[in-house]
């Protein structure tokens, strides 16, 4: 039996959420280039769309955290395009805060962008895709924060920790009509990055990682591209690791560390 092409999504219609920017642009362009027609999400309209092959994403403006807004850029996306193949819950993200004193409002809003937001979007794809013969995919982008936490990142750990039992919960109730997965991102190469890794851009911070480098935003995306094709039919509650590797612990690190 002859495969389908995995990157071949022509006619299929593709939900980004966070796609104006960032890893959700390039998820956003990298299903435009396979033939998709994608949809992106905003609080506010981007000065420029993502774009490949003379070929643009719409964008819809929402704020995802409410379930009434999240519910309409489904239907307005299945209106507009008369289906709706594939959701990638890409919107997330937190600035690093004390937990011992970070107000009650700033959890609230971090769980409500990293947990609540891909709840209420899945559950209106959910409702699109299983009227479908194909189906669809639903992708949720978590972050290796929900295996391993940092400082400063309580909040987002566990809204992230709870992405990703949220995957397998709904993986099991919408099969086999509509596949869930979740892929554990790890440190990300982006416009931002002397801002999160430092002056350096990450080369340091590079060090830890297996793989000697930081991920860049196509790593993600072309995992998004697997899990949502049909080499990944049967692919249903992973949790596909593009981390490189993850960290190698500070044992290992101290041990090679030169001596004085």
């Known amino acids: 039996m002859k495969l389908a092409d995995p990157i071949d999504f022509a006619g299929r219609a593709v939900i980004v959420t966070g796609g104006t920017k960032g890893i959700g642009a390039v998820i956003a362009?990298?299903?435009?280039?396979?033939?998709?027609?994608?949809?992106?999400?905003g609080r506010g309209a981007p000065t420029a769309l993502p774009s490949?092959?003379?070929r643009s994403?719409?964008?819809?403006?929402?704020?995802?955290?409410?379930?009434?807004?999240a519910a309409g850029l489904v239907a307005a996306t299945a209106d507009r395009l008369g289906r709706l193949d594939v959701l990638v819950n890409n919107a997330g993200g937190s600035p690093?805060?004390?937990?011992?004193?970070?107000?009650?409002?700033?959890?609230?809003r971090v769980v409500a962008l990293n947990l609540l937001a891909p709840f209420y979007l899945a559950q209106a794809a959910n409702l699109v895709m299983r009227e479908q013969p194909e189906g669809g995919a639903v992708i949720n982008i978590g972050s290796v924060s929900?295996?391993?936490?940092?400082?400063?990142?309580?909040?987002?750990?566990?809204?992230?920790?709870?992405?990703?039992?949220?995957?397998?919960?709904?993986a099991l109730e919408w099969a086999p009509r509509v596949r869930v997965n979740h892929i554990t991102a790890g440190l990300v190469r982006t416009a931002d990055a002397t801002a999160l890794y430092g002056e350096d851009g990450g080369a340091a911070v590079a060090?830890?990682?297996?793989?000697?480098?930081?991920?860049?935003?196509?790593?993600v995306a072309h995992a998004c591209l697997?899990?949502?094709?049909?080499?990944?039919?049967?692919?249903?509650?992973?949790?596909?690791?593009?981390?490189?590797?993850?960290?190698?612990p500070a044992r290992h690190l101290a041990r090679r560390a030169p001596r004085s």
């Open 29 to 41: 362009e990298a299903f435009l280039a396979a033939g998709a027609e994608v949809v992106v999400c």
């Open 52 to 54: 490949s092959g003379g």
């Open 57 to 69: 994403a719409a964008f819809h403006a929402a704020d995802v955290r409410d379930p009434t807004a």
């Open 96 to 108: 690093d805060a004390d937990a011992a004193t970070v107000s009650p409002r700033f959890v609230e």
């Open 146 to 170: 929900a295996h391993d936490p940092q400082p400063g990142t309580a909040a987002y750990s566990a809204a992230k920790a709870g992405l990703r039992g949220l995957t397998r919960a709904l």
């Open 207 to 219: 060090g830890v990682v297996p793989m000697g480098r930081l991920a860049v935003p196509a790593d």
């Open 226 to 248: 697997w899990l949502a094709g049909p080499h990944a039919a049967y692919v249903n509650g992973a949790d596909l690791a593009v981390h490189g590797g993850g960290e190698i």
